[in-house]
């Protein structure tokens, strides 16, 4: 089952905006994390934010966890054609030391226009 | 070093065969993971290795899915009498510890027809 979910489903906007994407979980979690994936196959890690930080940067990437609306937002700036791609929200809510398996959402669709 | 890499890329089968997709991880890394992907959707987890042993196979959807890791290193997914719903890609993923950010791979696409 999915516990997050995306919003907005697709997102089009041109080279050099930002790019917002937000996400909604259910269940009290260890971690958020952010994945992009190109094609529909692998994905990559972009961020990790604990649930005892706030916002964390990673260049052009800034991600915030708000524990008590349950809520992560994923911020691109100076967005670029190669970020086009889709951005997964994935909950770890896994006990220290136990198994940590990922719970997806059903990703936000990113298309950059150059 | 070298990612995770699955083998093989694209598998199609007839429905009532049987598949075995594999994954190798990166070297070291203990913790090992299949999820498997529908068109439009994130990844919904199957199974997790700790070492040899499976941690947690609550993902699995029926006795016709089974993983193995039998030296903690190559696992395998095994699917029994597949059929037209089990057409997704699968994907694997390992990590240093299950602490850490995984780290997947490019995936196998089953198609059962």
């Known amino acids: 089952s999915q516990q997050g979910e995306e919003d907005p489903q697709a997102l089009s906007i041109q080279e050099g905006e930002n790019a917002t994407m937000n996400c909604s979980y259910k269940?009290?979690?260890?971690?958020l994390q952010w994945y992009r994936q190109n094609s529909g196959r692998g994905l990559v890690h972009l961020i990790l934010?604990?649930?005892?930080?706030r916002e964390k940067h990673s260049g052009r990437l800034r991600v915030t966890l708000d524990t008590s609306k349950k809520s992560s937002s994923l911020l691109i700036t100076a967005s670029r054609a190669a970020d086009t791609a889709s951005y997964f929200c994935?909950?770890?809510?896994?006990?220290?030391?136990?198994?940590?398996?990922?719970?997806f959402g059903s990703g936000t669709q990113l298309t950059v226009l150059p | 070093g070298a990612g995770v890499s699955q083998t093989p890329s694209n598998k199609v089968t007839e429905k009532g065969k049987y598949v075995e997709l594999r994954c190798d991880p990166i070297?070291?890394?203990?913790?090992l993971y299949w999820y498997r992907q529908s068109l439009g959707q994130g990844p919904e987890f199957l199974i997790y290795?700790?070492?040899?042993?499976?941690?947690?196979d609550s993902g699995l959807p029926n006795d016709r899915f089974f993983a193995v890791r039998p030296e903690g290193s190559v696992s395998t997914l095994k699917i029994q009498r597949t059929e037209r719903g089990d057409s997704a890609v699968y994907l694997c993923?390992?990590?240093?510890?299950?602490?850490?950010?995984?780290?997947f791979g490019p995936g196998t696409r089953l198609t059962v027809t």
């Open positions: 993923a390992s990590s240093p510890t299950p602490e850490y950010e995984q780290y």
């Open positions: 934010i604990r649930s005892n930080e």
């Open positions: 994935a909950t770890d809510a896994g006990i220290s030391g136990s198994a940590r398996q990922l719970t």
């Open positions: 070297s070291g890394h203990t913790a």
């Open positions: 290795f700790q070492g040899t042993g499976a941690a947690d």
């Open positions: 269940t009290s979690i260890n971690n």
